[in-house]
């Protein structure tokens, strides 16, 4: 879905407060913030209920915006990212020594994702920027999949977006890089 200009002035606006949106993804409503926002990601998690031992996912409609989070891809792996995105695949990649441990929780590595849902992506495009991307629901609870259910659910904690979430049934599919083991089917 296009975002209005007044909408996207928005959405900056309430990022560079430290605020939280919910847009759609692939599968369900995701919950998102500036990741450069220790503040936001805080908030983020508090208002899931999930731990920051835990790390957390960014995505983004082109690697470049993520590159800043991870250590730069040899050849061979490479050859590993470039046929999964974009797309339903989050890499678990060495994170870079700039990534903040709010977003990597207790791992070296940092979650990452170029996403192919048209409102997702086009958020980053429009943003220039990476976002945090995490199931929009509260620990335990089933991820929210309508605009509705998220306004109920966060009401005035969260600038909920509208849009249609994707087709895919199941979460993104998380790889690790390095030994290539499949961590979530």
Known sequence: MPYSAALIRKVRAHLKGDGIIAYATE??????????????????????????????????DRFSRLRRYV?????????????????PHTWLMPASRHTPHWLRGRHESIAVRVTAHPDAAGLCRIL?????????????LKPLKTYAACVKAFGQCVLVLPGRV???????????????????P
């Open 128 to 140: 220039g920027t990476a976002l945090v991307s995490t199931s929009a629901n509260r620990a335990g």
């Open 166 to 184: 994707g087709a895919r049934k199941t979460p993104s599919t998380i790889q690790h890089l390095i030994s290539g083991k499949i961590v979530r």
């Open 27 to 60: 599968s369900c409503y995701g919950l998102g913030c500036d990741p450069r926002s220790a503040r936001a990601v805080r908030r983020l998690l508090q208002l899931k209920g999930r731990p920051q031992s835990k790390g957390l996912i960014l995505i983004a």
């Open 71 to 87: 250590l730069p891809p040899t050849a061979e792996q490479s050859k590993q990212l470039d046929p999964t995105w974009p797309g």
